[in-house]
């Protein structure tokens, strides 16, 4: 059985992780930690499950997890390259009144938050090197430019919230992770919930009340939301047409695929294009 609970290895003369990781050791079942987490994607794209969020990660993205957050990356295709900054602590490094200080409330509130941030680093630019500077700092440089870099997330207006309710369940036999990687190499598929539910070999109703304790939201719409990413991919290369596109992402007219990502995305397709290229 695949892991659950992710434990990187810390050396001895560090108290928390910070690590250059890449392709396959990138690639992680769904899983969570005691451990708040800072990710800096630096090459490579796909879906990411952070919690109840499910949408895409891609180079320069930059995301901020609270322990305890389940969560799981999948690069888009199986050959693609991927490299990530990992930083993974444990707030307890700081003892139990260090944090209290009122120099560090806006710190402390975000190491106790228990979600996860898109974190916009564009006014703070400096918050990328400091970040890939963790990976071979030691000593005081090593927990100060941590500290800093807490700093700067807290105090970032900017950020935004990914995840919205709480998950206090957690599939301890990765029955979970069965479903995710199932439904990720079969989304273009016409998936029935009754199919899954059989994998798992459960009652459709009970695979459904479990699936939604987990994951705080339906099979249904956890599946329109995996395609929905992958559409938000494939809108990226300006070479295909949106009447190209629903095919690839499982649905079988465009009708019901223009309804479904306005649902999930809030915009057309061809709106949500229009916006990409704006950036």
């Not at 891609?58 to 995301?63: I, N, Q, Y």
């Not at 490094?93 to 979600?115: H, R, V, W």
């Amino acid at each position: 059985m695949k892991p659950i609970v992710q434990k990187l290895p810390r050396q001895d003369f560090k108290s928390f992780v910070s690590i250059m990781m890449s392709t396959p050791t990138f690639e992680t079942p769904w899983h969570r930690h005691v451990e708040n987490e800072i990710l800096l994607i630096k090459e490579g794209f796909g879906t990411a499950i952070i919690g109840d969020y499910v949408g895409e990660f891609a180079k320069g993205d930059l995301f901020y997890i609270g322990s305890n957050v389940p969560h799981w990356f999948r690069k888009a295709y199986e050959d693609l390259f991927c490299r990530v900054v990992v930083i993974q602590f444990d707030q307890s490094i700081f003892g139990s009144t260090f944090l209290k200080m009122p120099e560090l409330t806006a710190t402390n509130k975000l190491i106790k938050l228990k979600q996860g941030l898109a974190v916009n680093y564009a006014l703070q630019p400096t918050m990328v090197d400091k970040i890939e500077q963790l990976v071979d700092a030691e000593g005081f440089e090593h927990i100060g430019t941590l500290l800093d870099i807490l700093h700067q997330i807290s105090t970032q207006t900017q950020n935004t919230l990914l995840t919205h309710e709480p998950i206090d369940s957690f599939d301890s036999k990765g029955i979970i992770d069965e479903v995710l990687e199932y439904t990720f190499e079969r989304f273009q598929d016409n998936i029935k919930l009754e199919e899954v539910a059989a994998i798992v070999k459960m009652s459709t109703s009970n695979f459904r009340r479990f699936f939604k304790l987990n994951t705080k939201k339906s099979y249904t719409k956890f599946l329109k939301e995996i395609r929905i990413a992958h559409a938000c991919k494939l809108l990226r290369d300006p070479n295909r047409f949106v009447s190209q596109i629903f095919h690839e992402c499982g649905y079988r007219n465009i009708t019901n695929f223009n309804r479904q990502f306005k649902e999930v995305k809030s915009m057309t397709p061809s709106a949500y294009r229009k916006e990409i290229y704006r950036e």
